[in-house]
């Protein structure tokens, strides 16, 4: 009697298709990497469309609906709050799910969030209401990068991977720039309407999730193509035995190979200190050269915007190094670029009052350029260093660490230290964490080299078996 067929929801990740013949997969691989990248890159875009808009009209915000800075800041929190935690535990789901479907849902419902903002009167009559729906709102904008990493792990090979998500991670400095277009075109034809700055930008989000779902597809092996390792005979850097008679369930391989896992963990608490230095030097770019330097509003916001652009040029730079001088190893990476940011703040940190206020801002852009390498990095080594299967889970889970702890710190936490201990002991402890980092990253690298030395071993023995297979034959 023939067992019965297991029913598949509609966001199930599609089984296996049959192999296609090797021209059909020559002509395929190529396009389909493509499409899938583009959608991966355009959708995670759209979620930054949408993510932070009250802080964009947070003055609006303040004289239409008499909130306080305090209001506007429990309203904002609300949302990274909730995407600290819905990056990991939305990643558990994605991690079996499709990702054709999972990214553009997770979008379209932020979108919906956003027009109810909009539309919806009541929803911003109090900071409880408000902050509520903007907390479900950060929930659906955590489906965007579980499902972006399953792309990413299962379409590019790891000897490639840095360099494709370092561009991919350039996608949120789009994403908010076109927020930023976008508003204020809005803002523009509806004279300062604050909605419009929700609306307008959700509609287009609403485009882009449609746009995301035609080009992205799940995995290789369900369009019927070969496995990427496979094809571009480059192994994992950690595989599981997919076919092993015994399988243990999905919270069974999270708890050993996320929660357990030493170099997950390690990550994890590296993203802590780096999301408090990135954070730690954003937020307070404006406040801090008003204080030392006498500096103009003006001239902090050039300062903040100098340093989310250099992020973009450092994000790249940081993948081609990690694929090309470092060879994969990612840790290296991560130490070189974490040691060159700890000397920028010191040098930021030290800069002579009577020095050009440009130098300040010019150091503000060369950390900028350096730690955004290493927040895409520590994305990057989750996926790599985890099996596929949970390679989404354990990028959320870092994210959980950085956003929870590290944000907090950067906010409240700097904040505290410049009142009660001054701009040096802020700066001192910021300089800390940067080699925090760099002593972290090194024991990460430890066992990052055994998986590598085991990846380059499994690869020569496959090739000796294909040329021992080749001479056979002949």
């Given amino acids: 009697m023939t067992a019965p067929t297991k029913r598949r929801g509609f966001l199930s990740a599609p089984p296996p298709k049959p192999r296609l013949d090797d021209a059909e997969v020559k002509r395929l691989y190529p396009r389909r990497r493509v ?15 949408i993510r932070n808009n009250v802080s964009l009209v947070a003055p609006l915000l303040m004289e239409d609906k ?59 009559g109090t900071i409880a209401v408000f902050a509520t729906v903007m907390f479900i709102n950060g929930w659906f904008q955590g489906m965007g990068w579980p499902a972006s990493g399953r792309v990413l792990v299962h379409w590019f090979s790891t000897n490639e991977r840095g360099w494709k998500t370092s561009i991919w991670n350039t996608a949120h400095n789009v994403g908010a720039a076109g927020l930023g277009v976008a508003a204020a075109a809005a803002l523009a034809w509806t004279a300062d309407d604050w909605r419009a700055a929700f609306w307008f930008p959700a509609v287009i989000a609403l485009a882009v999730a449609v746009v995301a779902f035609f080009l992205i597809r799940d995995t290789p092996e369900s369009e019927g193509l070969p496995p990427i390792e496979e094809h571009r005979d480059d192994p994992a850097k950690v595989e599981i035995d997919e076919d092993s008679d015994e399988q243990p369930s999905m919270w069974q391989f999270i708890l050993k190979h996320v929660l357990t896992s030493r170099v997950i963990v390690l990550l994890a ?3 802590v200190f780096v999301y408090a230095l990135r954070y730690g030097v954003l937020n307070w770019i404006t406040v801090y050269l008003a204080d030392t330097r006498g500096a103009e509003v003006s001239d902090g916001i050039t300062g903040f915007v100098v340093f989310e652009l250099a992020g973009i040029v450092g994000t790249l730079l940081c993948g081609w190094v990690s694929d090309t001088l470092f060879r994969g190893y990612r840790a290296g990476t991560g130490m070189l670029f974490m040691a060159l940011t700890a000397v920028a703040l010191v040098a930021y940190w030290q800069v002579p009052v009577s020095a050009p206020l440009w130098i300040s801002i010019a150091l503000v852009a ?19 260093l985890s099996p596929r299967q949970v390679a989404g889970t354990a990028a959320g889970f870092t994210g959980l660490f950085g956003y929870l702890l590290g944000a907090t710190l950067a906010s409240s936490g700097v904040g505290l230290m410049v009142q009660e201990f001054g701009w040096d002991v802020s ?20 066992d990052e080299k055994v998986l590598m030395r085991a990846r380059e071993e499994k690869r020569l023995a496959a090739e000796a078996a294909a040329a021992d297979g080749t001479a056979s034959e002949s």
């Fill in 427 to 446: 700066f001192a402890v910021l300089t800390a964490c940067a080699l925090l980092v760099v002593g972290i990253m090194w024991l990460i690298g430890k």
């Fill in 66 to 124: 008499g909130l306080s800075t305090l209001g506007i800041g429990l309203i904002a929190n609300a949302v990274l709050f909730a995407y600290g935690l819905s990056k990991f535990f939305m990643a558990t789901v994605s991690d079996r799910s499709n990702a054709r479907y999972f990214l553009p849902i997770g979008l379209a419902l932020s979108a919906l969030t956003n027009l109810f903002v909009a539309f919806v009167p009541w929803v911003s």
């Fill in 35 to 49: 499409n899938v990248f583009l959608g991966i890159f355009l959708g995670y875009a759209g979620f930054y469309l």
């Fill in 366 to 384: 060369v950390i900028g350029g350096l730690i955004y390498g290493p927040v895409m990095l520590i994305g990057l080594q989750a996926i790599d």
């Fill in 269 to 271: 608490v590296a993203n």
